[in-house]
């Protein structure tokens, strides 16, 4: 009995113990649950901001992303505009001569490999385009070559190569050709330039001299067909401009020819192989000696004695003209020196013939007004001869050139009169106080007195406009009387004198008198 009476005082005392444990447990469970719970808000407040900061992230890497996709489109862009640039010309935007060149190279290197196709290269020059662009100036003459750019694309088809090397000139590469390809694109080229041009109110008229250039293996590189088409296009020009020349070899040789004979010229400046040989002007009336007309001869060291019409051409092409011309004043300045000692010539003047450049050229022209100043001699004595060309492209800036040398104090005279189509207009309107009638014109009157009216009428209208006529290429007693019974003044010709070589002869006397 007081066994179990102390078990049940136990469990009592223990019965407390386990309700607060489960209270305990309860406040655990409650704490861990609000932990729990606080713990899962915690987490999602960060998942959100970690969800935004991967969003804010992503977007910045998309910009980064679209900016560098950007940057490189237009890096492309500008690598596509300079390779652009590079290889097209800025004007008209057709291939330069780099591209040209480039495709051409790839031609020479396939037909190689292709031997049975074929291809050409047709070299186009425009006539009259540098009057267009002195006239009306650059801007014209630019879209006029963009006109012109248009009209050959029109002229060429899809697989050739137009492109423009500079200036005026342009090149076609014409691919894949068959019989008659480069013929009808040269003609139709031809036709399309012909046409007239209306740019800003101006109608304009040029030409095409095309030279043509066929492919064959012994070509090398561009720039030797490039040289050859180059070569038929001035052959071209020289047959009368608007129209094609195919390269022969011929033209090769004659243009290693022409470049020899640049070469020895340059040469025959430095080592002075130049003379003058002077031919005497007659008064026809009373056959006295009035003066000489200096004539340049070129004392080659192989070939000879040389005439102008044998190397004056290319010296005019080449401008090595002015320094020969320069080097021909000082010789006549010397003879003219020379004559004052001498009572024959003492009055006596020279003629020299001089180039057109000198009249359209400012700097030439000042420059050989300072010249003539420097030198000893009385301007009056020295005669200056142009030639119509002189005048036909720039007749005003011509007229005033002249107005310049007159008031100097020389005289100035129209050389070759009546050679082609001479112009009435500078027997009144320019100062020339001679008019030298041609030599080829003067031959006509050995069997023809038909043109005897025309020398006629030219004396008279010098009378009234105050000019004076020469004659040149008198050969016979019989062509220099006609001249004579029809009031021409003076002459020149074999049949009154040979031309001299006095200079050597002057040069020695003249170190005499200065001893």
Known sequence: MELKVKKQVCASQEWPNIKSLVKELQLVNTRLDHEKAQYEALKQEHRVELEALVVERTQELQAENLNLRMQMSERRKA??????????????????????????????????????????VLFIDLDRFKVINDTLGHHVGDLFLVEIA???????????????????????????????????????????????????????????????????????????????????MYQAKSLGRGRYVFFDESMREKLIATMTLEQELRIAIEQ???????????????????????????????RGLLTPSEFLYLAEETGIILAIEDWVIDEVSRQLLLWNNDADYQHAFIAINLSGRHLTQVSQLNKLITLI??????PRRLILEFNELAFCRHAEIALKSLRKLKQLGVKLALDDYASGVSSFNFLHSYPFEFIKLDRAFISTLKHN?????????????????????????????????????????????????????????SSEQQGENCA
Not at 83 to 105: G, I, Q, V
Not at 203 to 217: E, M, P, Q, V, W
Not at 458 to 473: I, N, P, S, T
């Open 449 to 505: 007195d038909k043109n005897l009216s025309l020398v006629k009428a030219l004396h008279d209208l010098g009378e009234q406009f105050g000019y004076r006529l020469v004659a040149e290429g008198i050969e016979s007693e019989d062509v220099m009387q006609k001249l004579h019974s029809v009031g021409c003044d003076f002459g020149q010709g074999y049949h009154i004198s040979r031309p001299e070589k006095l200079v050597e002869n």
């Open 272 to 302: 002075q192989q130049f003379s003058l040989y002077y031919q005497k002007i007659s008064d026809l009336h009373s056959s006295k000696t009035i003066g000489f007309e200096a004539l340049l001869r070129w004392e080659h060291p192989t």
């Open 79 to 120: 690598e596509q505009q300079l390779y652009f640039d590079a290889h097209h010309d800025a004007l008209t935007k057709l291939p330069n001569r780099a591209m040209f060149s480039d495709r051409l190279s790839y031609a020479i290197r396939h037909i190689k490999r292709h031997p049975n196709q074929q291809f050409s």
């Open 150 to 232: 248009k009209r050959l694309r029109a002229c060429v088809r899809d697989n050739d190569v137009l492109a423009r090397l500079g200036g005026d000139e342009f090149v076609v590469l014409l691919d894949t050709l068959k019989s008659d390809d480069t013929e009808e694109v040269a003609i139709r080229i031809i036709s399309a330039i012909e046409q007239p041009f209306v740019i800003e109110s101006n109608t304009l008229y040029s030409n095409a001299s095309i030279g043509i250039a066929l492919c064959s293996s012994h070509y090398k590189n561009a720039d030797e067909i490039l040289r050859d088409a180059d070569a038929a």
């Open 373 to 378: 100043k420097k030198q000893s001699f009385e």
